[in-house]
């Protein structure tokens, strides 16, 4: 046990990330830090929080080994401590260790289940729902390229099982944005939109020579093959009913395609 004078690194409520009456003594640079995340913002290496074995209590100053209280005052550095991943936090958001995972989460422990295939926590709810990818919170958010499986920023898992952070999928929606970045599928369900653009195209005629135009599509969600009707509005997919389709093919008058079925038939 030692004393150590305050820094200004230091504060005694704790930071802007957590609620804490402590910090970390980083091993790399011998600095206090009330966590990893202010340590990163003002060194040009990262902390692994995993690896301090020193904290100071910012009411005494005392430094000592990873612990939940101070040794020497007695004071309580946070409500929530995990030793394992060196955390303290005296927010209420229901933080609770994931072993599957190997760090803390948060949201309560009860509210989730481990996908060992997916290598994350799942809402009760999205874990019965989802498809498994494997390792898929390995990867980093594919519009920010952040880290996922250590973010603090929270992410969602989309319909394709594809993860992103919560507020880059905002920004992509703000901007029209609709398919996941990694296989093209739709985000969220489309379908009162694709409600929306049937009800368009119903009110919008298009010009005579465009009236019998067909096309070859390839759609994002169902990944199936299709001819439909050409329209400006969009193109439907004849499989699932999805406007979330890419033109693959010249365009074709109808009547050609029906003559062409015609003189086939008489061929035979």
Not at 171 to 177: C, S, T
Request: glycine content about 6%.
């Amino acid at each position: 046990m030692s004393k150590g004078n305050n820094d200004d690194r230091a504060e005694r409520d704790g930071c802007a990330h957590y609620e804490r009456k402590c910090a970390l003594i980083s091993p790399c640079c011998k600095k206090p830090y009330v966590c990893r995340l202010c340590h990163d913002e003002n060194e040009n290496h990262e902390l692994n929080r995993k690896e301090v074995v020193t904290i100071k209590c910012l009411k005494c100053s005392v430094y000592q080994e990873v612990q939940s209280s101070c040794e020497d005052c007695g004071t309580d550095f946070a409500t929530y401590f995990c030793k394992i991943c060196r955390m303290f936090d005296s927010k209420d958001d229901g933080k609770f260790h994931c072993i599957g995972c190997g760090i803390c989460r948060k949201g309560g422990k009860e509210n989730y289940t481990h996908c060992d295939n997916c290598g994350y926590c799942l809402s009760n709810k999205s874990f019965k729902e989802h498809k498994c990818i494997s390792n898929v919170s390995l990867d980093n958010c594919t519009v920010c390229l952040e880290s996922l499986h250590n973010s603090i920023k929270p992410f969602i898992t989309l319909r394709c099982s594809h993860l992103i952070h919560e507020h880059c999928e905002r920004q992509m929606a703000e901007k029209g944005l609709f398919r996941c970045p990694l296989c093209n599928e739709s985000m969220a369900d489309m379908t009162s939109f694709w409600k929306q653009l049937d009800n368009e195209i119903e009110q919008t005629e298009m010009p005579e020579e465009y009236v019998n135009l067909e096309v070859w599509i390839n759609c994002g969600d169902c990944h199936k093959k299709s001819k439909t009707k050409f329209h400006i509005v969009g193109l439907k997919c004849a499989e699932c009913g999805s406007y979330n389709t890419v033109e693959t093919s010249g365009r074709e008058t109808r009547e050609n395609n029906e003559n062409l079925e015609e003189t086939e038939a008489t061929d035979d």
